[in-house]
């Protein structure tokens, strides 16, 4: 009979633990976790980006609806007063003023979703498969303190030039066609003039109303379109690959650099906190939130005692946690936090010549 072994079986190497992205009040979230609760969240912008987009079009059917209702109304009974159509041309005005607040909230759904697409999904799929190191920050600012990341005049003069300026300008030919046309066609501008009168408005300021009326929106549809700070749909959110890099960035590897805000610094801050225990708070603020303190020396003219001020720079996404981290090291402490115009340096934009 053969020997039995005496050899006992090797037990298996322990898995290592996987490292948890964020640790909080005994909470461990892990990696898997983490993309978990990401896709869901990304899936609730496009969901709320998909609603406003659906608000955009209602509104816009509303105005071609609406414009072709008059414009029947107004070509198939020659009595019909040519006031119609300027009716609904204000009417489309105010369409075109609702749409575009609905495009702000179309931008900051459409921003998130942008957001997450470029800096985390697409992040992924080039090495060195992590998403950019301020990605998650600019998400939680946007979460913390929403705000419109397009102005009104940009979303009223994209709205104007993409749909409106067209609807405008087939109304602007109807009432000409209207005037000059109905009840049988004008044989001279005299009588044309005196036709698009409105009641005791003369035709002349009528027509001298309807120029302005016009240059107005062709210059606002003119001077908006340099502004682009927001991505919209289809605009790039990356710097031109094509070109060459900078001696400095030669032979490192840039990485995916995205545009995380638009023509937009995130917001910066200064704290300073006066302390009796400048050692043990810097080092909390350090260990917890991994920014620099200095520390300088103060006097309190009210009691007279020496005290320490530390000086920290961070932005707007960690006050919370440096009211925390202060907290749990001195609750007499005194934190004042302003806003800071730049911060250059190490952790926030380089500080380079140029």
């Not at 001020?309 to 005194?334: R, Y």
Request: charged share 20%; aromatic share 12%; net charge positive.
């Amino acid at each position: 009979m053969p020997a039995k072994s005496t050899k006992s079986k090797q037990d298996p190497q322990p898995e290592e633990a996987e490292e948890p992205v964020w640790t909080y009040r005994g909470y461990h979230l892990k990696t898997s976790e983490f993309v978990t609760a990401m896709v869901h969240f990304f899936r609730a912008e496009i969901q709320r980006a998909n609603v406003w987009r659906t608000r955009l079009d209602t509104t816009t059917n509303w105005a071609v609806v609406a414009t072709g209702a008059v414009l029947s109304i107004a070509f198939s009974q020659p009595n019909v007063h040519h006031s119609i159509i300027i009716l609904n041309t204000l009417l489309v005005l105010w369409f075109l003023f609702i749409e575009a607040r609905r495009y702000r909230y179309y931008e900051l759904w459409s921003y998130r979703v942008r957001l997450m697409e470029t800096d985390f999904y697409a992040a992924m799929l080039v090495p060195p498969f992590h998403p950019s190191p301020e990605w998650a920050e600019n998400l939680a600012e946007n979460l913390l303190t929403p705000s419109f990341p397009i102005s009104m005049w940009e979303a009223f003069g994209r709205r104007l030039r993409r749909n409106y300026f067209w609807i405008f300008l087939i109304l602007y030919a109807s009432w000409v066609a209207k005037i000059w046309l109905f009840p049988e066609p004008a044989t001279s501008l005299t009588e044309f003039v005196s036709r698009s009168a409105v009641g005791i408005i003369p035709g002349e300021i009528m027509i001298v109303l309807g120029l302005i009326y016009y240059s107005i929106l062709t210059v606002i549809a003119l001077a908006t379109i340099t502004m682009t700070r927001a991505t919209g749909e289809i605009l790039p959110r990356f710097g031109d690959e094509s070109a060459p890099a900078a001696p400095s960035e030669q032979g490192k590897h840039a990485g995916l650099r995205a545009l995380l805000v638009p023509r937009r610094r995130r917001r910066q801050l200064l704290a300073l906190i006066i302390t009796d225990k400048a050692e043990t708070v810097s080092k909390r603020i350090l260990s917890d939130l991994k920014r620099g303190v200095t520390a300088m020396q103060g006097k309190g003219m009210y009691t007279g005692a020496d005290r320490s001020i530390l000086m920290c720079a961070l932005t707007i996404t960690e006050v919370h946690n440096l009211k925390s981290a202060v907290a749990k090291e001195d609750p007499q402490a005194f934190v004042i936090v302003s806003p800071a115009q730049e911060v250059l340096g190490r952790g926030f934009n380089p500080l380079e010549e140029k």
